[in-house]
DNA sequence: AGAATTTGACCATT
DNA sequence: AATGGTCAAATTCT
């Protein structure tokens, strides 16, 4: 295959991210059994963006038109996107219509770039319901998702995604270059350690005082899309959220603190270079 | 000023 | 008619 050299470097990072986040999961499976379950989830979510990222490096930017199955409305409107105009002619996706994927997570930080725009209350749910779309539509992307809190968990997401990102060959993946370039990573999934979910939401309305911190990712080169037509651009301000409370590396009590891959990971000197080759 | 979000209206689907 | 998804004007944020 030929992979540009931008592409190579991030499909090497995504195969120490996949590499990483299964070591996690089996650290915290063998850690404590009993109560890994959300974690593992979390690990288990960090392991599929990673496969998606890497399947699509692989695949080559080619699959970007061999979208498989979307929803008639959505191909319609796909078949139009020649002409930058996004003068959609309704697309309304049906009610309940199942999504392509459902992930249940503690953070709504996916790695992709989504401008809110909608929000809606549900008959039951005590939570509303939160629309976003991808922030590169403008450039033809039409991937969709849907984010809605838990009724039970308020630490935990129900995040259904809609449609495939067009933009993942250019867009997410420049993106993802670029901060690579800047000598920074992609935004990492929430850091939720001990049972303790100190994680908390900040479009909880009146009270968002969460122990948070923003991460902003900065933009790449000319290809921010600029679309002031249409009331479309985006910038790379993302809305990721993580609670550094919890995580103090310098003081865990875990029993693998400072001898194990997860702490050379942390100070950098984990051996990658045999991790890859045993791929 | 421009960009991003909020929020009620609008409309398709059930 | 009710419900859920989207639009777009208004508002807030940078």
Redesign the pocket.
């Known amino acids: 295959m030929a992979l540009g050299s931008s592409a190579a470097v991030v499909m090497e990072l995504m195969t120490m991210g996949y590499q990483s986040a299964a070591y996690l999961g089996e650290l915290l499976r063998s850690a404590s059994p009993a109560t890994a379950g959300e974690q593992q989830e979390l690990a288990a979510e960090i392991l599929r963006c990673c496969d998606r990222v890497i399947a699509k490096l692989s695949r080559g930017a080619t699959g970007a038109t061999t979208g498989k199955k979307r929803k008639a409305?959505d191909a319609a409107a796909a078949a139009a996107t020649s002409s930058s105009l996004p003068v959609?002619p309704?697309?309304?996706?049906?009610?309940?219509?199942e999504a392509e994927r459902e992930v249940r997570s503690g953070t709504t930080a996916d790695g992709f770039i989504w401008?809110?725009?909608?929000?809606?209350d549900?008959?039951g749910c005590k939570h509303p319901?939160l629309?976003y779309r991808c922030a590169f539509r403008g450039q033809g992307c039409l991937a969709?998702r849907?984010v809605q809190q838990s009724q039970d968990d308020p630490a935990a997401f129900v995040i259904a995604y809609y449609g495939e990102h067009t933009c993942g060959g250019d867009a997410a993946t420049a993106a993802a270059a670029a901060a690579c370039r800047d000598g920074e990573l992609m935004p990492p999934a929430v850091i939720n350690s001990g049972g303790a979910s100190n994680f908390t939401v900040a479009?909880n309305?009146g009270s968002h005082e969460p122990a948070s911190l923003a991460v902003e990712q900065r933009s790449c080169d000319g290809d921010a899309p600029?679309e002031?037509s249409q009331?479309w651009?985006?910038?790379f301000?993302s809305?990721v959220e993580l609670d550094v409370a919890g995580f103090e590396v310098a003081g865990a009590d875990e029993p693998w603190a400072n001898s194990s891959p997860v702490w050379e990971f942390l100070n950098g000197s984990f051996d990658w270079e045999s991790v890859i080759n045993s791929l």
């Not at 309704?90 to 219509?97: D, I, N, P, S």
């Open positions: 409305a959609t309704t697309k309304r996706r049906a009610r309940g219509a401008r809110k725009y909608g929000q809606k549900i008959n319901r629309y969709t849907r479009w309305m600029s002031t009331g651009s985006p910038s301000s809305e």
